[in-house]
């Protein structure tokens, strides 16, 4: 009985923050110059900052560069993504 009450407690704990059932526009925006991802969430939040996916911990700038690039390219933002307000 131990084991299926820890399963059950796992599973309760996990059915929220399984990444796959979750939306885009549920947690994230591109900024108003569509250079950054920004987290609208707490999810969104803690997801930018643990994957670093605006270069703020490493600061090489190197993905913000890209994707000036890929704005003038006509490349970027992809279609429907929300934009912050």
Known sequence: KL?????FIIYLS?????PRAHQWPSHFAWSQ???TIVGISAIG???????DVNDNE????AIVRARRLWIKGGWHRPVGDP???
């Open 45 to 51: 939040r803690a997801t930018c900052k643990r994957l």
């Open 58 to 61: 490493h600061d090489e700038g």
């Open 14 to 18: 996990m059915r929220n923050s399984y």
């Open 3 to 7: 084991l299926l009450l820890s399963i």
């Open 33 to 35: 110059n569509c250079l």
């Open 83 to 85: 934009i912050q307000k």
